[in-house]
Structure formats: C-alpha cells, structure tokens
C-alpha cells in the first residue's frame, strides 16, 4: 500500500490545517488507519486512529489526550483518503505528520496507539505552529 501525506505547512497558533493521506489502498473501511506525529528526540505518538466494526465491536476511534476535541480523523472512500482536520492549534504540536495503514481491522481500540500494528507508512509532511 501506498500512503502519501499532504496538507501541512506554517500556521500561527489557534489556527487550523486539514492534513490529507492518499492512499491506493482501495478498501479503507476494512482496515485500520491511524496518524502518527514525530518531533526531534520523541517518540512517535500516535494522535488519532480510526478502526471499523469487528465481530460485533463497533467502529472505534482514538485521540492522545492532547488533541482530543481539537483533532477529527475521518475517512473518504471516494477519494481513497485519510484526513485529519487539526484546529485550535498549538505550539507544541510542530511535528512531522505520518499517515498509517494496517492491514486489517484491530480487535480492540488500544491498539490504534501502538505503531508496531500498522503495515504501511507515509513519508509525512511538516507541521509548524509558530506562537
């Protein structure tokens, strides 16, 4: 699968970027996605994942703790895209933004945090929040 991020760029603090992952992986309601961020000496931490209904689970969505009610993922099976609207932005959020698909759905939505789950990786693109 082939995965390539857009969208970012400068924006000033409190504002919004939507960050776009397009995807040739052409069933992305039956597999798990997820958005990952990584800055200089952290780790990569995943900020929002998505996975569909499972054996009667249904679908699940996971947000760290420092973007929930700020950051939306979505999916657009049209367009084979993994989106993420990204508002009331910060500082600490500077970070290179990677998109990730795995290759089938997860059976619990802990697992959308963990990046050993994910199959495929974009190359990221570069979000700066400038205070």
């Known amino acids: 699968v082939q995965l390539q991020a857009s969208g970012g760029g400068l924006v000033q603090a409190g504002g919004s970027l939507r960050l776009s992952c397009t995807t040739s992986e052409r069933t992305l309601s039956t597999v798990a996605v997820g958005w990952f961020r990584q800055s200089p000496g952290k780790e990569r931490e995943c900020v929002a994942g998505?996975?569909?209904?499972?054996?009667?689970?249904?679908?699940?969505?996971y947000y760290a703790d420092s973007v929930s009610g700020r950051f939306t993922i979505s999916l657009d099976t049209v367009k084979n895209t993994i989106n993420l609207q990204a508002n009331s932005l910060r500082p600490e959020d500077t970070a290179v933004y990677l998109c990730?698909?795995?290759?089938?759905?997860?059976?619990?939505?802990?697992?959308?945090?963990?990046?050993?789950?994910?199959?495929?990786w974009g190359q990221g693109t570069l979000v700066t929040v400038s205070s």
């Open positions: 998505l996975t569909g209904p499972l054996n009667g689970r249904p679908a699940s969505t």
């Open positions: 990730a698909v795995a290759n089938g759905q997860f059976p619990y939505s802990d697992l959308l945090r963990q990046p050993k789950m994910y199959d495929s």
